[in-house]
Structure formats: C-alpha cells, structure tokens
C-alpha cells in the first residue's frame, strides 16, 4: 500500500452529522483511513492547509477556496427552516442591533457570515461583530446579542436564560424561501488525483452510511441523548429537521447565499458548486 492511498478524513464534532459517519463501514477500509474530529473552523483550516483531505467543513470555506476542492453530492447538513442548533440569543429585537456589539463563534464560518448577511440586507442593521469562545454567558456579559452553533447553542437553548431567540435556518427561509447549506463534503483535488478509487469507495460508504441512519436512526438517538442530554424526542425532532442532501434544492439556497455573500464582500467572488463525480477506472 503506497502513502498516497491513505485518507484523512474530517468530521465534525458535533451531533448534526452523525446520522452521515454512525454507519460508516470502517472494516471495509482497515488502516487506510484516518479520522479527525474538529469544531468546523479548524477543519476548515486543516483541509487548506493539506493535513485533512477530506470531509465536511462549512460551506462558507468552501467557496472562499473552491478551486482547490470537489464536492460530493448528496452528502451536506442541511435546511429548510429552524435547525435548532444555529441561534442568535439577544437581549433586543434584530432591528434595533444597529451599532450594537454582536459576538460570533470562532467555531463557525457559514453561520456567521449569513448573520452578516440576514442583518445587513434584509433587517437593515450594521452592528459591530467580536469573535469569542462559544460561551453564552461570558458572550453576553459583553454584548447585545451572541451566535452559537452546534451543541453549544442546543446547550444553550436548554439552559435558563434571559434572552430572544432567533434561528439563523429560518431566517434565511423567512427572508429568501430557499433552503440553506451549512457544512458541504469538500474533496481536495490532489486527494481525487492520488487515489480516485479510494475516494469513490469512500464516497459510497457516506451514502450507505446516510441511508442506514435514515432507516435506523434510533441507535444516533439515543447516543446523543447520552452525551449531550436532552429527551429522546427532542434528537428526533432535531435529526428528522435536518437534511444531509445536497441535490437541486440544497444547491440553489446556497448558491444564493454565495451569491449574497459576494455582492456583500464576505467572498471576494462569488463561487461555483463543482460536483465530483466519479472518474475513477475500476469503475
Ligand atoms: C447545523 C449546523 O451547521 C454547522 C455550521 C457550520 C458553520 O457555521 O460554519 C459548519 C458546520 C456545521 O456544523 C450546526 O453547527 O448546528
């Protein structure tokens, strides 16, 4: 087995995408596939700096650096609405957040730059944005309003608080009516070129994995009931919500959302969805 034909993959440590890595077939690959479970902002940073080759990461850096990667289809996190887990707490109503201090997660790229996006062109406010650690009250201590995305914010939500809640997914929804794309499956290019097969092996295994836990996703329920708390019917709820596609749908919310990110100077342009697809020769 040469060097090239091993795989790092990315996952992201928070309960949204373990309805797509619970049923993976590890036996399948043995040694050939490493795992690297980080907050989506450092797999971020992994992936550009080569020392992840593969997995989610926010769809926001994906764009900022797409012609470095691939997308393979039909894997995201996803949604059409409420997520439940992409929250802005605040102590005022969003359209009087103008000049205010807004604090934004460094665990997140997607999310924060669609706040920037909801409050500068459809509610009309220009806050002032710090980043901090994902801790409501040591956010709020400081602020007007705080972004928390993942399990910090379900965390959050369940904790007694002060504050209005507002959900980043039904924003957007509410503004534009188009679904929204948070994390996408990125593929390095040099990865596709070095071991096309392995990429596509690993690729049919995400999608087996993703059709299991939809036939099955009882086991992922009650894990995350475990580790994070919470009733077994809230993670269904919070699971059924979510969608791991990424088909017709999914693309056009997010190609607006570039497309808005651009038009704000988030992205320095706006960026093309390039979809992998399968060229490897043993197919
Ligand atoms: C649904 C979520 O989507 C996430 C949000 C991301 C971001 O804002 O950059 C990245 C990956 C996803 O984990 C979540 O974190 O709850």
């Not at 090239?4 to 043995?30: A, C, D, L």
């Not at 040694?31 to 902002?41: A, D, N």
């Not at 990461?57 to 949604?79: C, K």
């Not at 929250?87 to 997607?110: I, Q, R």
Request: aromatic fraction near 12%; hydrophobic fraction near 40%.
């Amino acid at each position: 087995m040469h060097h090239e034909s091993r795989i790092r993959i990315g996952k992201i440590n928070y309960t949204n995408v373990w309805p797509i890595y619970h049923y993976f077939p590890h036996e399948r690959f043995g040694s050939r596939l490493e795992w690297i479970e980080q907050v989506p902002t450092g797999l971020n940073r992994a992936m550009l700096a080569g020392e992840v080759d593969m997995g989610a990461i926010s769809s926001f850096a994906y764009a900022e650096s797409h012609e470095r990667y691939e997308l393979y289809p039909e894997l995201s996190v996803s949604a059409l609405g409420n997520v439940n887990s992409l929250l802005l707490f605040h102590k005022k109503p969003l359209e009087e957040l103008d000049g205010c201090t807004v604090m934004l997660p460094t665990t997140s790229a997607t999310t924060v730059n669609l706040l920037k996006i909801v409050l500068h062109r459809f509610v009309g406010v220009t806050p002032h944005y710090v980043y901090a650690a994902p801790s409501l009250d040591t956010m709020m201590k400081h602020a007007d309003a705080a972004l928390l995305i993942g399990d910090d914010a379900i965390r959050a939500s369940w904790s007694d608080h002060p504050y209005e809640v507002s959900d980043l997914g039904g924003l957007w929804k509410r503004y534009t009516g188009e679904w929204m794309t948070f994390a996408v499956w990125a593929v390095r290019k040099q990865t596709i070129e070095a071991c096309p097969e392995l990429v596509a092996d690993v690729h049919e295994s995400f999608l087996r994995s993703k059709v299991a836990g939809l036939q099955d996703p009882e086991p992922i329920v009650r894990k995350a009931q475990a580790e994070i708390g919470g009733t077994l019917e809230y993670w269904r709820g919070y699971f059924r919500n979510l969608s791991h596609d990424f088909g017709p749908d999914q693309r056009r919310g997010l190609s607006l959302y570039f497309r808005y990110a651009a038009e704000q100077g988030l992205l320095s342009e706006d960026a093309p969805l390039r979809i992998w697809t399968d060229n490897s020769v043993t197919r």
